[in-house]
């Protein structure tokens, strides 16, 4: 697949109905982008900040963006700098606006053990333990030094050519790796992309090794707005979360 692939189809897959609703709200925090529509579905994505801060410093728009429609958010998927691609990815999780659905847990639906090499790309902090508790082996790839010590390009095609569970953050959709990640894999058992920047739409990941989207649905918007705007991460949303998954 070439770069950005699964970005322009979700694009195609929610710009029609993104037409048709209006904005409401729109927050830009230090850690997420939360995006509210007038029929009060939320959607939320993450504000990658070393790519944004070398992109942009302000978003031009900015205070005329209530009543316009969707489509205008939607639009950065394809093509828009870093954070006109979050924006994007944050109304089109509020434009998909699943049905609520009881809460799951993502590892307890792959079911991981000893015989599991586990490749996480993009730290995912809680699932650490977790992970090594069950015996896994476990290789982190991270772009954020800060997170977790950057591997080599060898080292990573490595991780992932012989992992047999694969945990993707959603982030690599905004930032254009997803494809390239997919295409390092060899034949995993199963391949999940992970957190509240994820869209719940099995579709635009048809014909792809995923097999497993873990997103969320917002519970209650108001206090979510509340959060994104006061810089808080999803350790402050989670009381206002729903994390669902999906199996394809």
Not at 163 to 184: F, K, M, P, R
Request: some cysteine.
């Amino acid at each position: 697949m070439r770069k950005g692939e699964i970005a322009a189809r979700l694009f195609e897959r929610v710009s029609g109905p993104g037409k048709k609703l209006l904005i409401e709200e729109l927050r830009i925090g230090l850690c997420y982008a939360a995006v509210r529509l007038e029929n009060g579905a939320t959607g939320l994505a993450a504000v990658p900040l070393a790519d944004v801060s070398a992109s942009c410093s302000v978003f031009p728009p900015g205070g005329s963006i209530a009543g316009r429609s969707a489509d205008f958010l939607l639009r950065g998927l394809v093509g828009g700098n870093p954070l006109e691609k979050t924006l994007g990815m944050a109304a089109a999780n509020a434009v998909i606006g699943p049905e609520p659905q009881d809460e799951t847990d993502a590892l307890e639906l792959i079911g991981l053990g000893p015989e599991d090499r586990v490749a996480m790309v993009g730290l995912f902090s809680p699932l650490v333990e977790r992970i090594r508790r069950t015996g896994a082996r476990l290789d982190v790839i991270e772009k954020d030094p800060r997170k977790a010590a950057p591997l080599g390009r060898q080292k990573i095609m490595s991780v992932l050519g012989a992992c047999t569970v694969a945990l993707i953050t959603a982030t690599s959709l905004l930032n254009d790796t997803l494809e390239e990640t997919l295409a390092g894999l060899a034949r995993p058992r199963h391949v999940a992309v992970l957190g509240p920047s994820s869209p719940l739409d099995p579709e635009i990941f048809r014909d792809t090794p995923v097999s497993h989207i873990g997103g969320a649905i917002v519970a209650d918007a108001p206090q979510i707005m509340r959060v994104v705007s006061e810089g808080g991460g999803t350790p402050a949303m989670r009381p206002w979360l729903k994390f669902v998954n999906i199996l394809l």
